[in-house]
């Protein structure tokens, strides 16, 4: 059935729930393989959540396990290329891959880790056979940011004072250079890089230096410090850099350690940039050569000053060759989102794969001449497409309902001038398109998910709420509002467009952040080159007043006297989410506004708890300290594992229900049965909260443990029970492919032992416990750390706390969260649909909780009615409909007086006739 992909992939998967995925995954990379024997390279540009992957994994291993004709390198290695958010996962995804698919049998050495640093890089290169790894996942960050390594370092002082054969005035700057370093403010200031040790190191070749290291400290560092390529480097290099650095270093203390220690920082400052640019002129010259370079994430790359981009800058380029130029013979370029760019940018991603060799490549056309010919018919399309759009943009309702029957045939003489005119430009475009469409096919391959979504807009996301009509602002909060509207006018008049409209829409504090200079919209990426153009205020600007004005009404005593309208709606709906036993995903594009959304949440369910437990308990509402007592009184009585140094029967009993209906899924094999003990406990863990026990409706001072399975055994809103859910958690845990994340993802959700008791202050128990939070409520954004998300990421995919997560635009890509999710709040939008479609697709993704309940996602869009905020969701739902229409939009932007939200939908004949088919 399949011609390339290898024999050693298995065919079948592991479960009837995604073999249909697994066989489209499959065709897709046998389809890739094809196409890489005629081409440099190809666009997997599947929608959001479809696995691609997978479907990059398929292709590396069948390259790999059975080489194709077009690559005659005998040392085989695939490489993938990714963001540095997103290289753990790979690394687990292939793991995964290789467990379910490929087996132990089939022996491909995967990726220990992501490759971080570019002297790992090229370690991991000329690694010996009997420990190479297959397949290397780097960050483009390791081969575009380079930090300098101290044996690196050290082998260029080596190699520039004389190498194996010093004059007596090399031996000298030796002695100067292992004078200044293992001390503070030194050469080296890491103490394990003593005088003594460095100078060890300098009188042998560096080709030895594991072994010298090792007898020198004990340690052994696993790989020569010091890679082949360097060594190789190091032979023609002109060190007179290096030597009048060396010749700069103070030879003897002084009496002014301040002067001294500024120099020796100068020195170490200098020495870095050199022993950078030695790095680049190695990487530049690498031995690296990969059959096969994959690049997630590729639309990162769609503009030439980027640092990505220039890792595949042609030798002719501005900026020079780049490093991974020429080291792969084809290339997979992976992105959801290829039509959210504009032409010149798509165009110019694709370009990326002139970076590959093309080695065996047999056709007349040059890649760069059909490159330009794309280029052409797509421009072509595109100006075709604008025209459309503008003429459409003139139709009145009743010339629109005479477009309702397009073909694409001339239009009838019945029509009215515009509508006629507009049937010819659909008709012209069309034709435009599928020319398009004909280049296009050769480079993209893209597949998109059959929609099942239940998307509820505006005001019906509160309950009782009206669907197709916003938020209502409050009259006595309507002024604050009128007033940023005119704030945003006259302010975009000016150079600088503080956004105090959309601010204010999102929420008060997000508004009062807005022009501090200090930046309001979050993002992790110093590249990123969309969002908001948000400068400090200028007080002399006319819309300080307005500012000044706005702060009064919102303001008393420097707090926020009022409930902001939307984050009031959005903080109901989560709370209500939470009530039903389900989780939620909040987006949000301002800082302030996830740090309101997270504390106004969380205030909620300590009120919920609070008020359940006063009403279930007959305590007095204002007393919370003998309420949370009564909860942990509750909880150490049925869910802690010792009371007063006796068995707690309450404890056993639940505990063993759990665990026996675990084994009874997941087997009793002593792997399986070490697995439903963590879960076991973790759930216990879960169960013996304030937050859920609130939420039972079995509540109560003479609750059992009888009560506790009934609640765990019942029936949600969503369809399944709680133990439902860790029953899958636990059978996802069992599977291939999880036993490399298993570990440290169950480490995490156990915390520490000192929490198997109940005991301590609420803050005390709903703060971090060992590694994993009790919170209900956790917020990810741009100030988290990148390992804090990832792990944050893993524990939201089990049916563990946190139930609500809110998330910054640093979450919207290459992130999973739909294990145990299939609802979506976007609080905040953005001008381009594709992010806003990429945010969604969170929680949208193969084996997804709205999968396996065949129920779909829900997806919230409130906005504020009459304000800037209801004309971006406007216009954002035109766009929607129109931004694979009109190709090259720049949906990053905000509108100008055009009036798109009033425009006129387009009829699904001439959406149908413009649609692209790109599947495999």
Known sequence: MYRHVTQGIRRDAPSPQFQDSWQRQLKTADEILNRLHQQEGVVLADQVGMGKTYVACAVAASILLSPPSWTTLRSRQVAIVVPP?????????????????????????????????????????????????????????????????????????????????????????????????????????????????????????????????????????????????????????????????????????????????????????????????????????????????????????????????????????????????????????????????????????????????????????????????????????????????????????????????????????????????????????????????????????????????????????RPGGTHCRGIEVPDELSLPFLLAARAQSLSERGSSRPYFAYGIASSFAAFLRIGEGDGDRDSDDDERDGGADVRGHDPADQSAWYRRQIETAILDGGQIRARHPKVDATATRALDQWRAFEKTVVFCWYVKTGGRLESEIARRIAEHVLDRGAREFGIDRSDEAAIRSRYENLARRLLASDTEARSNQSYQVIRAHILDTLRAHVGREPQNESVAEDIADVAIRNLRTDEFLSRCSRLGPDMTAEDVIAELTERRPGGDSLMERWIEFANRLVQPGFAHARRSLLEDLLGSAADDTVSGSVTERHAHSGRASLRTVRRAHGGTGLEDRVRLTSIFNTPSVPDILVASSVMGEGIDLHMNCDTIIHHDLDWNPGVVEQRTGRIERIGSLAERRGTGITVYLPYLAGTHDEKMFRVVDDRRKWFEVVMGREGGSSPDASGEELRQPIPDSIVSAMSLSLEA
């Open 85 to 461: 958010n997103v290289a753990d996962k790979w690394v687990g995804e292939w793991a995964r891959f290789h467990e379910t698919y490929l087996g132990p049998e089939v022996g491909l050495r995967g990726p220990r880790a992501p490759i971080t640093k570019a002297d790992d890089f090229l370690k991991a290169i000329d690694d010996p056979d009997s420990r190479r790894a297959d397949l290397l996942v780097v960050t483009h960050t390791a081969l575009s940011r380079l930090t300098v390594n101290h044996h690196i370092q050290l082998a260029l002082v080596w190699a520039a004072t004389g190498g194996n054969h010093p004059t007596e005035n090399d031996l000298y700057f030796r002695r100067i250079y292992a004078k200044w370093c293992g001390e503070h403010r030194g050469l080296i200031e890491d103490r394990s890089y003593s005088t003594d040790r460095v100078l060890e190191l300098l009188s042998h070749s560096p080709e030895t230096w594991q072994d010298v290291w090792r007898d020198l400290t004990g340690v052994d560092l696993g790989d020569d410090p010091v890679p082949a390529d360097v060594i190789k480097t190091l032979a023609g290099y002109d060190f007179s850099d290096v030597l009048d650095c060396l010749d700069g270093i103070p030879r003897r203390r002084v009496a002014d350690t301040r002067s001294l220690g500024d120099r020796l920082v100068a020195s170490r400052a200098e020495l870095a940039t050199i022993t950078t640019g030695f790095m680049r002129e190695v990487l530049g010259g690498t031995s690296a050569r990969f059959p096969l370079l994959v690049l997630d994430e590729a639309h990162a790359a769609k503009n030439d000053w980027t640092r990505l981009a220039q890792l595949f800058g042609s030798p002719e380029s501005q900026t020079g060759r780049g490093i991974l130029h020429g080291v792969a013979d084809r290339m997979l370029l992976l992105t959801a989102t290829p039509f959210a760019l504009g032409n010149d940018e798509f165009v110019r991603v694709l370009r990326r794969m002139t970076a590959a060799s093309a080695h065996g490549i047999e056709r007349a056309e040059s890649l760069e001449t059909l490159l330009t010919r794309l280029d052409t018919v797509m421009s072509e399309a595109q100006t075709a497409a604008r025209m459309f759009d503008d003429t459409w943009s003139r139709l009145d309702d009743g010339a629109g309902r005479e477009l309702a029957a397009w073909e694409t045939i001339d239009p009838p003489d019945t029509l009215s001038a515009t509508a006629a005119a507009a049937w010819a430009a659909a008709t012209l475009s069309v034709t435009k398109r599928q020319a398009m469409h004909a280049e296009l096919a050769r480079w993209v391959i893209r597949h998109e998910r059959p929609r099942n979504r239940r998307v509820i807009e505006g005001d019906a996301i």
